[in-house]
Structures are given as structure tokens and as C-alpha cells.
């Protein structure tokens, strides 16, 4: 049941913020400083925060209707966050770059992988 929640969840947050960015991917400059200088940069915004993004939500929606499948996207939730949160983490040290933005995204990607190893251990 656990499981359940973490991948209907997962799916919604996944796949509800890459639509948004996708479609409104100048938003990212006010959030997270991320802008784009060129159609080129616009196109590469559109395909990682949207287009990954929206991948990850599907993944876990897959998981979720598929209970065969249900352990391996918890693991590959569980990776990608653990990978996501680390990498934030130690730019984040390196680059001095502390917002609301980040620690926002530490939280989610930290509380997912955490909640994910608590699924994967039962």
C-alpha cells in the first residue's frame, strides 16, 4: 500500500511540474535562475525540465499500474532522486548556490530517496 502511495504520488508530482515546464519553461528563470540565451536553450529547458521530468512521472505511473513493475520503479525513483539530491547538494557546497529553490528540491529529492530505501528494505 505504501508502494501504492509513493508511486501515485511520484506520478502526479513528476508529470504535473514537467507539463509545467515544458510549457512554461521561462518560469524557471524566477525559481531556480535558469534561463536561456537561444531557441537552442529554450528546446534544451523544454526536454529536462519538462520533457525528463514528465518521463519520471510516467515511470512511476507505470509502476503504479503495474504491480510487477512496482519494485523496479521504486528503485529507479529512488536512484534518480538519491542521484538529484546529491548532485544539488554538492553544487550547492561548491557554487554557494542556497535558495528557497534548492531546499525545496533537497527536501523532495532527498525525502523521496529516503522514502524509497524504506519501501525497497520491506
Do not use: H, K, N
Amino acid at each position: 500500500m505504501a508502494g501504492a502511495w509513493f508511486l501515485g504520488l511520484s506520478a502526479a508530482l513528476w508529470f504535473l511540474y514537467g507539463l509545467y515546464c515544458f510549457f512554461s519553461p521561462a518560469a524557471l528563470g524566477a525559481g531556480a535562475g535558469v534561463t536561456f540565451t537561444s531557441p537552442t536553450g529554450l528546446t534544451e529547458l523544454r526536454a529536462m525540465y519538462g520533457g525528463l521530468q514528465m518521463a519520471l512521472g510516467f515511470l512511476a505511473a507505470i509502476g503504479l499500474a503495474r504491480p510487477g513493475l512496482r519494485q523496479g520503479a521504486i528503485l529507479a525513483l529512488g536512484v534518480v532522486t538519491a542521484g538529484l539530491g546529491s548532485t544539488r547538494l554538492l553544487g550547492a557546497l561548491i557554487d554557494g548556490g542556497w535558495s528557497a529553490y534548492t531546499a525545496m528540491g533537497l527536501m523532495f529529492e532527498w525525502g523521496s530517496a529516503l522514502w524509497a530505501a524504506s519501501l525497497l528494505r520491506r
